[in-house]
């Protein structure tokens, strides 16, 4: 290894290179590098994660006489630990994998800090492994119902790649769905989850339920088999729970009271009312829905929840000019007990990315003037950032919108909350590090 341009035309490495197999057998037996190792392979996607365990498994092949670029393995290493001797060098890479973990650690303490939750589509397993492997905290996970009431992730109502051509998942049976491409069930998907936690208690899930069946019936029942799954998994706490739904939202209050919740979905900017019972419009409660093949949006200033099959079958959103009394009392509750009670303001903040470029200083006061409401009520916020710069989108919404936002991210958060600082200590968040998405 000390002069890699005598290894790589030779036909035998076994005589030339056997320290440098000596050194790399003692890594592989010590128990406490191996410790190191498995935690590098969860999250072996992560930027530096990949980096370093590529150049520890090229080590590894060199030692079992397997040909590969030693140029480019030495370019990794300084000169002067190339001239080190061997077992320096081999503890070099185990060493430059502890510091990739440490950032690791410090990305997953940050997305817990400031409240990222990775937003990007997760309907099969190599998905969700490779959003948990690239270092992702806290995973939205779309969930949605089978004929047989077993839950899927899916953020599709239908269980094919082609919306209009393909079946809805609620009219078929289990193995069905099992059998159209690689559809992941929520069973399975927190069994991949629990490895992670386990691994960092950083780690959360949220879990947005896009339906919960026809009925009220069907609502406890569902319910009440997801509550079966996350206490197998030891989870329950681990658990935030979303919907666009408010009659959902209840529903979930009844069976999951102390888990956090939020509202998703988004608020009107510019149209809205108060967003609570002191209108700044039309007194009366009013609602209408645009509905196509499928998909169902509702405008509403209404302040009580219609109780519907909300996402059965179909997409399902909403666009509020004002909240519900009961879901902003339910929210409120749960920011009063010490857990997380959000609603959108996404909507709000896609606008103001478009003010951003135009009047810099009314995009500011825009997203303040939202803020501000939601904070009146006692309710937190849940905003979008821009996927274009989701750093920069970041770190602008929570100093307009305040620290306790909970952040969406349409990129996967691991390389980029690595490089976040710390929260600024005059930056008070409205509960501690732990209690920040957890109850």
Known sequence: MNSAENYNNSEDYSNSNSEWTEAMASLKNDSSHEKVLDRA??????????????????????????KVDLDSLDEQLSP???????????????????TALSDV?????????????????INTRDALKHELQSGSGIPELDIRFDADGKPWISHSPRAGTRFLFSKPI????????????????????????????????NHRVV????????????RKEYLENIRQMLEKNDLVDSTIFATLSPSILKSTHEVFPENSKILNGGIAPVISYDLAEKSMGVAEDKEFAVKIPGVELFFSNSTEIAERADGYG??????WTRLPKETVETLKNMNEKGGVGAASLTVVNKFANIL???????????????????????IRKQVAISKSNPLESLLRTKEQMGQDSIIYSDVSPGDFAAKLDKKQQNQPASNTDEEELNT
């Open 41 to 66: 392979k969860l999250y072996r996607e992560f930027g530096r994660i990949a980096v370093a365990l590529t150049d520890y498994e090229d080590a590894l092949k060199i030692s079992e006489n397997k």
């Open 80 to 98: 002067e630990q190339i001239k080190m001797p061997e077992e320096v060098q081999a503890d070099a890479l185990i060493k430059q994998i502890e």
């Open 105 to 121: 650690d410090r990305s997953l303490e940050n997305q817990l800090d400031y409240s990222i939750v990775n937003h990007k589509q």
């Open 170 to 201: 609620h009219k078929l049976h289990s193995e069905e769905v099992a059998g159209i491409g690689e559809r992941l069930s929520l069973e399975e998907g927190l069994d991949i989850f629990k490895q992670y936690k386990e691994d960092n208690k």
């Open 207 to 218: 879990l947005e339920l896009k339906e919960l069946g026809p009925s009220a019936e069907t």
């Open 314 to 319: 179909k997409q399902t959103g909403y666009l």
């Open 356 to 378: 951003d470029k135009l009047s810099p200083k009314t995009a500011k006061k825009l997203r303040e003037h939202y803020a501000t409401q939601l904070d009146e009520l006692g």
